[in-house]
Structures are given as structure tokens and as C-alpha cells.
């Protein structure tokens, strides 16, 4: 496999993890967080960090990161979880200006505005697809348990959900919490990959893709949120021979997806064993009607 085809591959699997948390906040217990970059930010300079001054090893220093990130989401959480709507939105979008702000300014530590070069690059494509692959068996297994069940509850009716007994600020905290270690880790892997990072890489525009990846891939399914990290982080590339014209090409898809499949590319459509079967069925029952029409002819 060409170095370039990796690096696309490492780029999804990044996002993929990062769309992951952001898919079980937004998509399944009904939180719209703006702040995803904010945890990334976090992520990355942690780790960073930990490999550089204090020379952990690369699985230390990305828990680290992890940690660190989904730690900070506690106290974030206390005041902005029981924000309605719109105001939790915005109170995440500040959140991660603010972060980046901080960054920015404690030059000593973080390099400021220039950022930390020389970061060692210690990302594989083995090690991303491992993490991605695991992080997504864990989300889904999450989703159909009871716990996930309430987390669909409350993003439906919060009022209903508690009035049935369901602890909705304990469950939004709780993938509030998944969500920031998730994010971490995804910025962890990116400094380790990139091998430069710098507050430009996290402002509001890294959040805004990764919403736009998890509507894209459809707000109730796991499965269309991984599909489009892949889809919308190979696509620029695809259209990379449009020169200027790509990043048009860009939006014009994810306009057109948006308009004609509200819902998303897979809605709530999951992949599942019952759901191949099903497609296996259908496929097989459609080839032997086909042949049965021939044999009459």
C-alpha cells in the first residue's frame, strides 16, 4: 500500500474515533455539541507533551491524553449539561475557543501561536485501525444495552425519560465523558502522526466537520457516522484535480446529501448480523425470481 493511501487511511481512522463520542452525545442522547475541538486540543498538547518533556511511552502518553481530556468534560459538564438546546451548543463552542485561546497564549508550554514541531510520529495505520475498530465495537455494544436504550429516551423526551425514573444528567454526563476521552485520543494519534501541531489546527471549523460528519452519516446510526468520517475525509482528496474548485465540489456533496436524505446516508440503519441476513435474503430471493422467469422463457 502506497504511503499516501495510508495516510488517508490514518486520517479516517482519526476521525472516525473522533466522530465516535461525537455520534453517542449528539446522535443518541440528543446533547449538539460545538466543542469537539476543544477535546482534541486538550488530547493532542497532553500527549504531546508527555512524549516530549517527560519521554512516556507513545500508549502512556495517549492515554494520558485520553484521560486528561475526558477529565476536563466533568467539571465542563456540571454547569452546561442542564442547558437546553441551542445554549448547550453555543456553551461548547466556547469551550473550545476558549481552550484553543489558552493554548495560544501559554507560549512557554505550548509554543504559543507556532505550536510544537518535532513531535515524534509515532502513529500507524495498524495501531488507528485497532483503536478504531475497538472504540466502535464498544459505542455499539453501548447503544443497544439498557443504558444506551435510556440515552435514545432522554434525546426523545427528557421530561417523559425522567419521570420514568431515568437519571438523564448522569447519562448525558456519562457520554459527555466518552465523548472527551474519545476526542483525546483521536488528538493524541493526530499530534503523533501530523508531527506538528499548532491552535490553528483546532478552531471552530474542525468541529463544524465533525458534526457535518456525523449529520451526514445519519444522527441515529453508528454505522453511517463511521461511513462518512471515511466518505467526507477521502473526498477532498478525490477531488483534489478540481485544484481550487474542491473544496466547492466539497460542500456542493454534502449539500446535496443533506437536501435530498435529511436523515442522513443510512438514517438509522445500523450493520448488524440480522441486517446482513437480511440483505443476503433479499439478494438471494431477487436472483432465484430472475431465474425462475428465465427457465419459463
Given at each position: 500500500?502506497?504511503?499516501?493511501?495510508?495516510?488517508?487511511l490514518i486520517?479516517?481512522?482519526?476521525?472516525v474515533?473522533?466522530?465516535?463520542g461525537?455520534?453517542?452525545?449528539?446522535?443518541f442522547?440528543?446533547s449538539?455539541?460545538?466543542?469537539?475541538?476543544?477535546?482534541l486540543?486538550?488530547?493532542?498538547?497532553v500527549a504531546t507533551?508527555?512524549?516530549?518533556?517527560?519521554?512516556?511511552p507513545?500508549?502512556?502518553?495517549?492515554?494520558?491524553?485520553?484521560?486528561?481530556?475526558?477529565?476536563?468534560?466533568?467539571?465542563?459538564?456540571l454547569?452546561?449539561?442542564?442547558?437546553?438546546?441551542?445554549?448547550?451548543?453555543?456553551?461548547?463552542l466556547?469551550?473550545?475557543?476558549?481552550?484553543?485561546?489558552?493554548?495560544?497564549?501559554?507560549?512557554?508550554i505550548?509554543?504559543?501561536?507556532r505550536?510544537?514541531?518535532?513531535?515524534?510520529t509515532?502513529?500507524s495505520?495498524?495501531?488507528?485501525?485497532?483503536?478504531?475498530?475497538?472504540?466502535?465495537?464498544c459505542?455499539?455494544?453501548?447503544v443497544?444495552s439498557?443504558?444506551g436504550?435510556?440515552?435514545?429516551?432522554?434525546?426523545?423526551?427528557?421530561t417523559?425519560?425522567?419521570?420514568?425514573g431515568?437519571?438523564t444528567?448522569r447519562?448525558k454526563q456519562i457520554?459527555?465523558?466518552?465523548?472527551?476521552a474519545?476526542?483525546?485520543?483521536a488528538?493524541?494519534?493526530?499530534?503523533?502522526?501530523?508531527g506538528?501541531?499548532?491552535?490553528a489546527m483546532?478552531?471552530?471549523?474542525?468541529?463544524?466537520e465533525?458534526?457535518?460528519?456525523?449529520?451526514?452519516?445519519?444522527?441515529?446510526?453508528v454505522?453511517?457516522?463511521?461511513?462518512?468520517a471515511?466518505?467526507?475525509?477521502?473526498l477532498?482528496?478525490?477531488?483534489?484535480?478540481?485544484?481550487?474548485?474542491?473544496?466547492?465540489?466539497?460542500g456542493?456533496?454534502?449539500?446535496?446529501?443533506?437536501v435530498t436524505?435529511?436523515?442522513?446516508?443510512?438514517?438509522?440503519?445500523?450493520?448488524s448480523?440480522?441486517?446482513?441476513?437480511a440483505?443476503?435474503?433479499?439478494?438471494?430471493?431477487?436472483?432465484?425470481?430472475?431465474?425462475?422467469?428465465?427457465?419459463?422463457g
Open positions: 500500500m502506497s504511503p499516501y493511501l495510508q495516510g488517508i486520517l479516517a481512522g482519526i476521525n474515533l473522533a466522530v465516535l461525537l455520534s453517542l452525545l449528539t446522535g442522547t440528543g449538539f455539541c460545538f466543542g469537539q475541538a476543544g477535546f486540543t486538550i488530547g493532542a498538547y507533551l508527555l512524549t516530549m518533556e517527560l519521554h512516556v507513545f500508549a502512556v502518553a495517549l492515554l494520558g491524553g485520553a484521560l486528561f481530556s475526558a477529565l476536563v468534560s466533568i467539571p465542563l459538564g454547569p452546561t449539561l442542564k442547558l437546553k438546546g441551542d445554549y448547550f451548543a453555543i456553551a461548547t466556547g469551550f473550545a475557543e476558549a481552550t484553543r485561546l489558552i493554548v495560544e497564549n501559554l507560549e512557554k505550548t509554543g504559543g501561536s505550536g510544537i514541531p518535532g513531535i515524534p509515532k502513529t495505520l495498524p495501531i488507528v485501525l485497532v483503536l478504531a475498530v475497538v472504540a466502535s465495537i459505542i455499539r455494544f453501548y443497544v439498557r443504558h436504550r435510556n440515552c435514545v429516551a432522554i434525546r426523545e423526551d427528557e417523559a425519560a425522567q419521570a420514568i431515568i437519571n444528567f447519562y457520554s459527555f465523558f466518552i465523548n472527551a474519545l476526542a483525546g485520543l488528538g493524541g494519534l493526530l499530534s503523533h502522526y501530523v506538528f501541531i499548532q491552535p483546532f478552531g471552530i471549523q474542525k468541529s463544524t465533525l458534526i457535518v460528519m456525523v449529520i451526514f452519516g445519519g444522527m441515529h446510526s454505522t453511517g457516522a463511521i461511513l462518512a471515511i466518505i467526507l475525509t477521502a477532498p482528496e478525490v477531488l483534489r484535480a478540481a485544484a481550487a474548485w474542491r473544496l466547492v465540489a466539497y456542493a456533496v454534502v449539500v446535496l446529501i443533506m436524505r435529511p436523515q442522513g446516508l443510512l438514517g438509522n440503519w445500523e450493520l448480523r440480522e441486517s446482513l441476513m440483505i443476503w435474503n433479499g439478494l438471494k430471493s431477487r436472483f432465484s425470481k430472475k431465474a425462475v422467469g428465465v427457465d419459463h
